[in-house]
Each structure stands twice: as C-alpha cells, then as structure tokens.
C-alpha cells in the first residue's frame, strides 16, 4: 500500500525559506495517473491547500500562496519537495503530503519562530 513520509526542519525563522520533503513508497511519483499535494493546518484553523504536482510534473498552486510557493521533485528518490519563502509566524502549522487518492502523511510540526 502507498506510504507517504514528511521530513524537514520544525523550527524555520521569519523571513526564511520552509523547506519540507515527503517520500513516497509503494507507488511511483512519476507515471501513472497519481497527483501529489501539500496542505497545512495552522493551529486552530482548517485544513489549506497549498498544491500539487501530478504525475507529468504539471504545478498547480494555491492563488493565495502562489508567490511564496513551490512544489518539485526528485523522481530517482521518489520524492516530491515544498518549499515556502518568505515566512512568518503565521505559517506555523503542521503540514501534510498527499496522494489523489487519498493516502496522507503523518504531518510534520513547523513552526516559525525567532
């Protein structure tokens, strides 16, 4: 079955680049009909979407955070990237990588903090 598995820095300073991976197994990233997301919740607040990369390594991002975000990949790693710039406190959160059809990672706890 299709594991995903955040990594990356908990702690990140404002104004600083979030950088977070999410490895994948049991499926591959780059063929089949599979997209891959990143969202977030902030404490106390719902669920965002940040974005996806489908299989043919296609980008879509949420209009919100399009300006700070981007989403790559490493297909030999099997592995898909976020990366979040210019951050502040108030992208603290814990943020999850996903698969289309529902599979979820565990999170991962960031906070950004001086």
């Known amino acids: 079955q299709v594991q995903l598995q955040e990594s990356g820095p908990g702690l990140v300073k404002p104004s600083q680049t979030l950088s977070l991976t999410c490895t994948v197994s049991?499926?591959?990233?780059?063929?089949?009909?599979?997209?891959w997301s990143w969202i977030r919740q902030p404490p106390g607040k719902g669920l965002e979407w940040m974005g996806t990369?489908?299989?043919?390594?296609?980008?879509n991002y949420s209009p919100s955070l399009k300006s700070r975000t981007s989403i790559s990949r490493d297909t030999s790693k099997n592995q898909f990237s976020l990366q979040l710039t210019s951050v502040t406190p108030e992208d603290t959160a814990v943020y999850y990588c996903?698969?289309?059809?529902?599979?979820w990672g565990q999170g991962a706890q960031v906070t950004v903090s001086s």
């Open positions: 996903k698969s289309s059809d529902d599979v």
């Open positions: 049991s499926a591959s990233i780059g063929t089949g009909y599979y997209a």
């Open positions: 990369i489908v299989s043919d390594g296609s980008r």
